[in-house]
């Protein structure tokens, strides 16, 4: 989500060959592409998006400054009202970017630290209640001492489980295996639920702005992403399909995330047989159905 301009170029009496034109063109492009690789390679989320963090900063900074001398032109109450607004836009701004960094930086050392864990049912669960992100601070610390007791409890669990686990399946030999996991579990878990408390509170008093303050918002996606084929295949933008998947990846708290749309039926499923349809694909139909239906309504009511 790395936000590129690229300027455009303007040229009068531009008689010259078609030849020319699309190489002064791409000269034009080229260069100002170029010019914005710092923006790709500073807004990488592992490095804490130090671009953002700079950019933030600035606008703040530029805020407490500018607003206080426009208003100091036309009159002292003005200037009393600029440099309100500058200090709440840099305190905004500050806070906003100086918490994102923070929180990025910290989410990617427990993305490291995950990958280290053989324990797949504990990694699909992180990654289900990572999609529910806190609104406030006390949100941020109350999902952050979740994770945190959450890590505890199956680091300690798994000196148990595991063993009994590797046992079952491999018999001696996956016994001691389960031991071996069962001790990274007990030492890496908590260590990771420790690093979630701060990443979680991080989130939260950055999006502490957002709560309090509903203009500023961050950039958001436009549309769901696009549905690409079990066989790598990029085909034409389906905006019902890609919703499907989103949908289906959203549901029951990520629970079908990894899971592929394939397809929709031409024929929805209707409301009294996805009631009986508990499938994920029948209620993925069925929510896409009451969509288009209010959709439909909003077209014939206009």
């Known amino acids: 989500n790395v936000p590129l301009m690229l300027n455009g170029?303007?040229?009068?009496?531009?008689?010259?060959?078609?030849?020319?034109?699309?190489?002064?063109?791409?000269?034009?492009?080229?260069?100002?592409?170029?010019?914005?690789?710092?923006?790709?390679?500073?807004?990488?989320?592992?490095?804490?998006?130090?671009?953002?963090?700079?950019?933030?900063?600035?606008?703040?900074?530029?805020?407490?400054?500018?607003?206080p001398a426009q208003g100091i032109v036309e009159s002292p109450a003005e200037f009393a009202f600029g440099l309100g607004r500058g200090t709440t836009s840099l305190v905004k701004n500050s806070v906003y970017s100086i918490f994102s960094t923070a929180g990025k930086l910290t989410g990617t050392v427990s993305k490291l630290a995950?990958?280290?864990?053989?324990?797949?049912?504990?990694?699909?669960?992180?990654?289900?209640?990572?999609?529910?992100?806190?609104?406030?601070?006390?949100?941020?610390?109350?999902?952050?001492?979740?994770?945190?007791?959450?890590?505890?409890?199956?680091?300690?669990?798994g000196l148990v489980y595991q063993p009994i686990k590797g046992a079952a399946?491999?018999?001696?030999?996956?016994?001691?295996?389960?031991?071996?996991?069962g001790l990274t579990g007990a030492v890496l878990k908590p260590v990771v639920g420790v690093v979630d408390l701060v990443t979680q509170t991080s989130e939260g008093i950055k999006n502490t702005t957002e709560f309090l303050d509903p203009s500023f918002v961050k950039t958001t996606r436009v549309r769901p992403p696009r549905v690409v084929s079990i066989a790598g295949v990029v085909s034409t933008y389906d905006p019902l399909l890609a919703r499907g998947q989103e949908i289906l990846h959203t549901m029951e708290s990520g629970r079908y995330k990894e899971h592929r749309l394939v397809r929709l039926w031409p024929t929805l499923v209707t409301a009294d047989r996805a009631a009986h349809h508990d499938s994920p694909?029948?209620?993925?139909?069925?929510?896409?159905?009451?969509?288009?239906?209010?959709?439909?309504?909003?077209?014939?009511?206009r």
Not at 115 to 132: C, K
Not at 169 to 181: I, N, P
Not at 285 to 301: F, K
């Open 114 to 157: 995950v990958q280290l864990s053989t324990d797949d049912d504990w990694r699909r669960r992180r990654e289900r209640s990572a999609l529910n992100k806190p609104k406030h601070a006390g949100e941020g610390l109350m999902y952050g001492v979740r994770d945190l007791g959450t890590g505890v409890a199956d680091g300690l669990a």
């Open 169 to 181: 399946s491999g018999g001696g030999v996956g016994f001691l295996k389960g031991v071996g996991r």
């Open 9 to 67: 170029m303007a040229m009068t009496h531009a008689l010259v060959s078609q030849r020319e034109l699309i190489s002064r063109l791409q000269l034009h492009y080229t260069r100002a592409a170029l010019a914005q690789v710092y923006r790709v390679v500073g807004s990488a989320d592992m490095l804490g998006n130090p671009v953002a963090l700079v950019t933030g900063i600035g606008t703040g900074f530029y805020d407490f400054f500018h607003e």
């Open 281 to 301: 694909v029948g209620r993925v139909q069925n929510v896409i159905q009451r969509e288009r239906a209010q959709q439909h309504y909003l077209l014939l009511s």
